[in-house]
């Protein structure tokens, strides 16, 4: 896999923006081949994968799911909504923050505009409240039909504007005092002023404490702009608008070429070959070169069964253990996968006396969570 002089040449954590539509799923709500396997080995590297997307809520779980993104934080509904995915919540999600705004002026300026405009009203976590229905695959999650009155009652985190032409008012819409954010020329999102991917992802880089000059953002519409300004590290969509490629640092392949898949192999350490592995063994190798600690350990933790709960890589940093990337393939297989990946991924552990060659595991209790094994994991 390596040697150890390669040991010194970590990757530095990065927070990682990736917005969904057209760059981590195409139109025809497909995945491109080794996108999934790309985001697993990323998180191994210890990089803070962020969904950052128009869509809603209700709309973000299902596909964060099928890109095995259910922990860590996700940006929806363009900013205005942050949340921290977690799959041991009930709703699998707790939300960070929700920007409200008061969207009275904005929609009675719409409907003066076009009077035959279709209004909706975010409910976060639910669906919509609209003067009309949407049509089918309009907007995500469930819709009631309710007055005017009720879309204009009470503070809103974003509403969705269709009428023919609607982007054609943009400057006029934003000065009631509101972010318009167009996709598409007949469609315009209201948000609370100063929204955006950009503004969100830059609160959730400083939760995190990752340095302004290690974040990276990977986009393909209007709604992207802001955020790939923020980003140290802009990708464009090679199918993205040419405005939107203009504003990047970089342009990749288009989605039906799997683009994201090469930027998100671009973070990876040197000296793993990915293609030869298994993703458990790539997964491991990638973990243990990128850990910034002297000492690694593999910690799992089982579910009822035989198969695990949770793979970790941990490290030791100044005399206390800190946990540096999950290894997602590690969840559902045995001590003994975990034993032979370590294995094929060229790296060692400490076994048991002669007659005994086994691994040697040593139990473990974390202060805040059940009780676990560690394996010690050395390079050769």
Known sequence: MTTTEQKTRTTTQ?????????????????IPPGTVAALDLVRAAGHQVVLATGRSLIGLGPIATRLGLVQGYAVCSNGAVTIRLDPTIPTGYAVIAAKQFDPSPAIRQALEIAP??????????????????FDPGHLNGPQKKVPLSDLVAAPASRVALHSHGIRHHHDTLSATGVTATPAGPDWLDLTAPGTSKAAALEAIRTRLGVPTAQTVAVGDGMNDLEMLAWAARSVAMGHAPAVVQAAADEVTGTIEQSGAVAVLHSLLPP?????????????????????????????????????????????????????????PAGTGVTMRAIERAVGEAGLTYPRGDEGRRRAHWRASVLHDGPAGFDLPLGLT
């Open 14 to 30: 990065r927070l990682v923006a990736l917005d969904i539509d057209g760059t981590l799923i195409g139109q025809d709500r497909r």
């Open 116 to 133: 035959d405009a279709r209004v909706a009203i975010e409910e976060v976590g639910w669906g919509w409240r609209v003067n009309t229905a």
């Open 271 to 327: 000296g793993v070959d990915v293609g030869s592995l298994s993703p458990l063994a790539a997964q491991l190798a990638t973990a243990v070169l990128t850990a910034p600690g002297a000492v690694t350990i593999v910690r799992i933790w089982h579910e009822t069964g035989t198969g695990l709960s949770r793979c970790e890589i941990w490290t030791l940093r100044e005399g206390a253990w800190v946990r540096h990337a999950p290894v």
